[in-house]
């Protein structure tokens, strides 16, 4: 019987992933995040529950840069494909290096920030909304 179960939530969590997979790919809306010294351009994304994206974040800067949103990226439903862009919460940039992340978003107010020393007291600061879906 727990065998049974165990068998059917693993399924159930590939199929979850199949399908973040299969919408990320098809219908997915690009949005881009140009990373520059010190700011989020756009600085507030809105973003729509249940709706696939291709995050494309752009480092512009002159340096290094970051952008992270831990809880955002813990409650998406992120392409197996990319997860591994994805590290402590953020996506890692070096100077004019891109990232592209294909994504489910969960409704909620997430915030953004660069980590990098000094960075958000700069201003490179932000935010995501995630309404629900309709």
């Known amino acids: 019987m727990r ?3 165990l068998v ?9 992933n199949a399908t973040v997979a ?12 140009i990373l520059t010294d010190f700011a989020f351009t756009p600085q507030r994304l809105h973003l ?4 696939a994206y291709r995050l494309r974040s752009v480092n512009r800067g002159s340096g290094g840069h970051n952008f992270s949103a831990p809880s ?3 409650a ?3 392409d197996p494909a990319d997860a591994g862009a994805v590290a402590g919460g ?3 940039l070096g100077g004019n290096q891109s990232r592209t992340l294909r994504l489910v978003p969960a409704a909620g107010n997430y915030a953004v920030t660069c980590t990098h020393f ?3 007291g700069f201003g490179m600061v932000g935010s995501i909304t995630v309404d629900r879906g309709v």
């Open 22 to 33: 299969a919408q990320s790919r098809t219908r997915a809306q690009p949005v881009d995040v």
């Open 8 to 16: 059917l939530v693993l399924l159930s969590g590939l199929c979850a």
């Open 72 to 74: 955002f990226f813990a």
């Open 76 to 78: 998406a439903r992120i």
């Open 90 to 92: 953020k996506i890692e």
């Open 118 to 120: 000094l960075h958000a």
């Open 3 to 5: 065998a049974a179960l």
């Open 48 to 51: 729509r529950q249940g709706q």
